[in-house]
């Protein structure tokens, strides 16, 4: 109860009695807008709302699930990232981190639903199970189905954080014996925001929210309901490695030497050419690694029916949107016997070009991350 009595508070008082510093807040106001993707002149802005508007309410409800997305939420290693959700912006009812229990818990999710009526942001985590009657997720006696259509009702926004409540997640898997379905299958009248990713990062949903705050409306959203800034770009993109593939140059087993050299991932089933998200750019844990930086292929946690789109670690057969439109493997024989013409002969030139000065490099020990990057 004491997150209601507080929510007169705006942003910054909570930051603020929270025991933060100024100059906490204004690193993570600059932080967040250049994550969310806005000019560096909106800073001034994301403060002033940040120390005039009130908080903004937040349910976030669970369902099918294994909570790795709280779990990577509480986690953040930008300790304002997860405070700015939990304590600043009034979180009146989540069911695994709240500390009420039962009745308490239910009636105080209850009063806040009704005194916010029309302006809390829904966060749902988890897919939601329709067979037989919803009977596979029950929270309180009640099933999830329930729950989602009363707690949608008086919701501005939704955000489904996940991928599971995205697109039905792990569990939705063939062949989804609970008939899990996403949000968007049950919910047709709210605007939905989705932030996919198993778990998704952390930052994204912050910015999402902050971004509500800011300009009183959800961020643009490309066809698949993602905002555009966080999805914007494939993980390959955005990757270290991606010299390495440029130069036709891949590791065969996670075992080998060429794995741990840094070369591309792609022959061990790197899905990171079809996958958006930000994790090349963001990365995890304070930007310290991605799975692709810890020596592990992308398995596209982020795209709709990745538990479905075969085996992981097999190579993906096409690649699009490469300008040239070939599989790797054509691209590795192009190079090797140069018979293309046009933009690819330039393309095979720069390969070439590329692999012989990499090779060379990795041969002086003078290859790293840092000179990859630039
Ligand atoms: Fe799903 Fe979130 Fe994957 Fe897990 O709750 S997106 S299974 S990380 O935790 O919903
Ligand atoms: Fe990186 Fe994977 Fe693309 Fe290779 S295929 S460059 S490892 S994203
Ligand atoms: Fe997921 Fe691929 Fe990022 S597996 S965490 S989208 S690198």
């Not at 009363?150 to 501005?156: F, N």
């Amino acid at each position: 109860m004491k997150k209601i009595l507080q929510r007169d508070e705006t942003f910054y008082e909570s930051i603020i009695n929270k025991g933060y510093s100024r100059r906490d807040f204004l690193k993570f106001a600059t932080y967040m807008t250049a994550f969310m993707g806005l000019e560096h002149s909106m800073v001034g802005q994301l403060v002033k709302t940040m120390e005039t508007k009130k908080r903004i309410p937040v349910i976030w409800e669970h369902f099918q699930e294994c909570t790795g997305c709280s779990e990577s939420f509480i986690k953040s290693d930008h300790p304002l990232v997860a405070d700015v959700i939990l304590d600043t912006i009034s979180l009146d009812y989540t069911d695994t981190l709240m500390a009420a229990a039962g009745h308490n818990a239910e009636g105080a999710k209850q009063a806040s639903m009704k005194e916010n009526y029309g302006k809390y942001i829904l966060v749902v985590e988890g897919a939601i199970p329709t067979k037989d009657g919803g009977v596979y997720c029950t929270i309180a006696g009640r099933t999830a189905v329930e729950i989602l259509k009363e707690s949608a009702a008086g919701a501005a926004a939704i955000l489904a954080f996940g991928s599971c409540s995205a697109w039905g997640g792990v569990q939705a898997a063939s062949p989804n014996p609970t008939g899990s379905v996403p949000v968007d299958a049950i919910i047709k009248d709210k605007p939905i925001i989705k932030v996919p990713g198993c778990p998704p990062i952390s930052e994204v949903m912050t910015g999402v929210v902050l971004h509500y705050a800011l300009f009183g409306s959800i961020p643009e959203l490309d066809s698949e309901g993602r905002p555009k800034q966080f999805y914007g770009k494939r993980v390959h993109d955005s990757c270290y490695r991606r010299p390495y593939f440029d130069a036709g140059l891949y590791a065969e087993s996670f075992d080998s030497e060429e794995a741990k050299k840094g070369y591309c991932l792609y022959k061990l089933g790197c899905r990171g050419p079809v996958t958006y998200n930000s994790c090349g750019t963001t990365g995890w844990n304070n930007g310290v690694s991605f799975p692709i930086k810890s020596g592990y292929p992308c398995i596209g946690c982020s795209e709709n029916n990745f538990w479905d789109n075969g085996p992981f670690y097999e190579r993906l057969e096409n690649i699009p949107g490469m300008g040239i439109e070939a599989t790797a493997d054509k691209i590795g024989k192009i190079v090797l016997g140069a018979a293309a013409g046009g933009a690819a002969i330039h393309a095979v030139a720069t390969n070439i070009f590329k692999k012989k000065e990499i090779d060379e490099n990795i041969a002086m020990g003078e290859i790293n991350e840092q000179n990859l990057n630039e």
